[in-house]
């Protein structure tokens, strides 16, 4: 990979955030789902997320900087340069007679304490182990990297959330992701969807798409806790003389008798017919008077004001 600093645009004493900014508007630019007729999409954007791996990782950035590391991540070896030569000659492999790499290396450098008899780590697969998750001389390369995970804040609705049923996440880059809602799923509460984050860049598996629930507004409810609350509109006469009306719940309309008299300031109360179950309904009643006006109402009002006024405010 070429020096990580270059890919992402940034210089060395960038900050975390100025990396960080800097790779989201290339992650952007450069992802796969938004290059489709590209075919070297793929390329620049696992380059660009190797870079910001790198870069992110206060103790790897740190190794690179100090030049303990090359921009791949791997060791480097004091008096060795990344070809393998060894002050300023070329050295070569005994068998094959190339170049060393990092392994060849390694095995040489131990070597000179005890050959085949050196110290073993202990999968005692036979090597010595120097550097934790490294390169092992004798048990194989290092493990390959998992994707990065993805964190998505997405806006669930009520009705989803209530039934727990599934729901359609779109992501910024077009994909959608059907998620299954646990049973009694909460605002704030994460889901994890295995596999579904960014794809590893040196053959690992991708990382985790993060889900954080959030309750999208709904048109005719609101949440409070668990219990949900409802205006419902009805005409002067059902107030007044009481008489059943039809009510929207979560699951379903029900049917409400209004008392007569109804007081309209107070709400009144569905027990059970709240969010999941758990909490309840409470119906605000919103008198309606009839569009246009009415001139027998008006009538009967004016009579009603000068014959029988009643207080409302103190």
Do not use: C
Request: aromatic share 6%.
């Amino acid at each position: 990979m070429r020096d990580p600093y270059s890919v992402l645009g940034v210089g060395r004493t960038a900050s975390e955030k100025d990396i960080k900014t800097a790779y989201r508007k290339l992650a952007k630019q450069f992802h796969p789902d938004q290059n489709t007729s590209d075919p070297n999409a793929q390329a620049k954007f696992a380059e660009v997320t190797a870079a910001y791996d790198l870069l992110s990782d206060k103790a790897r950035r740190g190794a690179f900087d100090r030049g303990e590391i090359d921009a791949d991540g791997n060791p480097k070896f004091a008096g060795f340069d990344h070809g393998g030569a060894r002050g300023g000659a070329g050295m070569r492999g005994a068998a094959g007679g190339g170049a060393f790499n990092a392994e060849d290396i390694l095995k040489e450098f131990m070597s000179g304490f005890g050959g085949a008899g050196a110290r073993r780590g202990p999968d005692m697969g036979g090597g010595w182990d120097p550097f934790a998750g490294g390169v092992r001389p004798g048990g194989g390369g290092q493990r390959p990297q998992k994707g990065h995970d993805i964190q998505i804040a997405a806006e669930v609705p009520i009705e989803d959330a209530h039934h727990g049923g599934t729901t359609t996440i779109r992501l910024a880059s077009g994909r959608t992701l059907s998620v299954k809602l646990p049973q009694g799923v909460e605002e704030g509460q994460q889901i994890r969807l295995k596999g579904q984050g960014q794809p590893s860049l040196r053959g690992g598996e991708p990382g985790d798409a993060i889900i954080a629930v959030k309750f999208a507004a709904h048109k005719v409810f609101r949440l409070d806790g668990k219990d949900l609350r409802v205006d419902l509109p009805v005409t002067l006469y059902d107030a007044v003389l009481g008489g059943k009306v039809r009510v929207p719940t979560l699951d379903g309309e029900v049917e409400l008798t209004l008392p007569a008299g109804t007081d309209t300031s107070k709400s009144m109360r569905l027990k059970g017919k709240g969010f999941q179950g758990k909490g309840d309904l409470y119906v605000g009643l919103q008198i309606v008077l009839p569009k246009g006006g009415d001139a027998d109402l008006e009538s009967l009002m004016r009579f009603w004001r000068d014959q029988k006024p009643y207080r409302v405010r103190d």
